[in-house]
């Protein structure tokens, strides 16, 4: 029977790029594979046919030799197939573990070294620190202490006693992975010796028992700009967990939290103070002062005939702006405050303000006006 043209078993033109070849095959070799064509006694040899195929059209070489001279190219002693015949004399083993690289390559680390890794990198760390809101404004340098893992000073981080260099683990010989035959299946497995590592120590370090890296507190200073609010992660390069037998390290996450403020609070960049009021400051108008996040005093008129809720607004009196020029504004709330614990005098001339502030109370009326007329709709 003649052999089928390679492309006509892919499914693709001559023109096909090397990504729609391979995207073909995995196309095919998934279709065509035995385990999902128990019931087809031609899928062996189908599948072989598009191992063969792709075996060829994968490789620049080949791909032009056969694209020339067409199957003759590797018969006959002019091209190279494996044990010097063409593609796909191998055995059904070996073609199926190359389709096995080439579907699960990227799960399984791929052909040629699979999970092998020399020193691996260290873990990231997370430090939660509480700033109050003063120190949010200004910013501020502040030293904490990190538990986390540093290298090994007496093995400097190799993991073997003396500094000595970790050898070749000899049962996956360095690849980090070890291939089990299966009858037709070929079965790849991380190398139990070396944990896929690809490399062994003959003398751990009794200091820090084969890991290369030790439990230790370091203190650090920490720059916190002013801005920063709850939520803002800073990152510190290089500051993490160890990396394992000489690996870099890992990075220092540092989450900031702002601690609430008993006069101020926050939005953004700006603030908010709620200041209490007398009731005869808010009726005559008049002059209070406030505080301002940097310490100061601030005047604010409060103008006749003041409500509670009123705000009045002091520009760039609030927070600095985090990543940016300029400053959020203060927002100054009043709270009209009734007076409590009156002297029987007080009551009395509060009875006669009362009786004399018909026309003060321009709200009060107004509301009271509504809901008569509303009662009287009510009994029409």
């Not at 050898?167 to 996956?172: K, W």
């Not at 010796?193 to 003959?202: E, F, R």
């Not at 209490?276 to 808010?282: E, L, W």
Request: glycine residues 14%.
């Amino acid at each position: 029977m003649a052999k089928r043209d390679f492309y006509e078993v892919l499914d693709v033109g001559k023109g096909a790029s090397a990504d729609e070849i391979k995207k073909a095959y995995r196309k095919k070799a998934k279709e065509l594979h035995p385990d999902r064509n128990a019931d087809n006694p031609d899928a062996e040899s189908q599948f072989k046919e598009v191992n063969e195929a792709y075996d060829v059209l994968k490789d620049a070489d080949k791909k032009a030799a056969y694209d020339r001279f067409g199957h003759q190219a590797f018969e006959g002693g002019m091209g190279g197939g494996p044990r010097g015949g063409h593609p796909g004399q191998g055995d059904f083993a070996s073609a199926f573990s190359d389709v096995f690289d080439d579907l699960f390559g990227d799960f399984m680390g791929g052909r040629g070294g699979g999970g092998r890794q020399r020193a691996s990198r260290g873990a990231d760390l997370r430090y939660n620190l509480r700033v109050t809101l003063e120190e949010a404004f200004s910013g501020l340098q502040k030293t904490i202490n990190v538990p986390t893992s540093v290298q090994c000073g007496s093995c400097e981080g190799t993991g073997a006693e003396g500094g000595a260099e970790p050898v070749t683990c000899p049962t996956c010989s360095g690849m980090g992975k070890v291939r089990a035959q299966q009858g037709f299946f070929t079965v790849e497995r991380t190398c139990p010796t070396c944990s896929g590592l690809g490399q062994i120590i003959k003398n751990p370090c009794k200091t820090c028992s084969g890991q290369g890296r030790v439990e230790k507190d370091r203190a650090l200073s920490v720059n916190i700009p002013a801005g920063v609010e709850t939520g803002t992660r800073i990152r510190l390069a290089g500051e993490g967990e160890a990396g394992m037998r000489g690996g870099p390290n890992g990075d220092l996450y540092i989450f900031i939290e702002v601690a609430k403020h008993k006069i101020f609070e926050r939005d953004g960049t700006n603030l908010f103070c709620r200041v209490p009021v007398s009731m005869t400051n808010a009726a005559l108008g008049g002059d209070i002062e406030v505080p301002t996040i940097d310490g100061g005093r601030s005047r604010v008129k409060v103008p006749a005939g003041s409500q509670s809720g009123r705000q009045m607004r002091l520009r760039g009196k609030g927070m600095p702006a985090l990543r940016g020029a300029g400053s959020g504004d203060m927002f100054i709330e009043m709270a009209v405050e009734t007076p409590v614990n009156l002297t029987s005098r007080q009551k009395e001339l509060l009875r006669e303000f009362e009786d004399l502030s018909e026309d003060n109370n321009p709200e009060s009326n107004s509301f009271f006006k509504s809901v008569k007329s509303f009662w009287d709709s009510m009994k029409g």
